[in-house]
């Protein structure tokens, strides 16, 4: 049960303000930047991953028990692998409690500088956590494709309860609502594949291509 645990160094302003929707508009750096700096001090960085064995001609996950992905984006990233990495990582729920005190406050703009700051911090813990875990399975002979989760796609995000169970999410104290969404809000779930390095393919080291994405609205859609 690996379990990862750093703090953040910083947190990346221009990601920062592509997920605040402002990537073409004129703002004041030094509120991004403030924001940026504010989320640092609260953010609590916390992950966990397990390593499954997987069938990728049936999509199966083989864990006990077995659970099968259904999705043909999501199955056709994993065509190579043999095994997969699932993941949780969160930056807590103190940053959710900052956001919206802000919100009642009536510091709007805050809020949502924060809120966006949060985001981009809970996406540097998971990169941070793949590095980690690269450093793992590099050893072992396996290459990994970019992490993938439920809601990107195809892949339904009624799969979330299987991810925090394979995952054991609730080590690090992530939950779920009946409308799909983590707690804390700031989490993520996802999945990595694990490829032999003789099988594996230049075009499976590319980052998350939005362009293979189905959510064309999304704000933090990179063009």
Request: proline share 5%; net charge neutral; with cysteine.
């Amino acid at each position: 049960m690996p379990v990862y645990n750093a703090p953040l160094k910083a947190v990346d302003p221009v990601e920062t303000k592509r997920y605040a929707g402002l990537n073409k508009a004129e703002f004041n750096q030094d509120r991004i930047n403030d924001a940026c700096r504010e989320i640092q001090v609260f953010a609590e960085p916390k992950g966990i991953w397990q390593v499954y064995e997987y069938n990728a001609r049936t999509g199966e996950i083989k864990a006990v028990p077995p659970v099968c992905i259904n999705g043909e984006k999501i199955r056709k990233h994993l065509a190579l692998a043999e095994k997969v990495v699932v993941l949780a990582v969160t930056v807590g729920e103190a940053v959710e409690i900052q956001i919206q005190d802000y919100f009642k406050q009536g510091k709007y703009s805050h809020s949502l500088l924060l809120d966006a700051a949060a985001t981009t911090a809970v996406e540097q813990a998971a990169d941070d956590m793949e590095k980690a875990i690269r450093q793992q399975v590099a050893p072992l002979g396996y290459e990994m494709v970019w992490r993938f989760s439920p809601g990107y796609g195809d892949w339904d995000i009624h799969f979330q309860p299987e991810m925090l169970r394979l995952s054991q999410a609730a080590t690090i104290e992530i939950g779920l609502t009946d409308s799909m969404m983590l707690l804390p809000r700031k989490s993520i779930t996802a999945i990595i594949g694990l490829i032999p390095k003789e099988n594996f393919c230049e075009q499976k080291k590319s980052v998350h291509n939005c362009q293979a994405c189905a959510k064309q609205d999304c704000l933090a859609r990179r063009k």
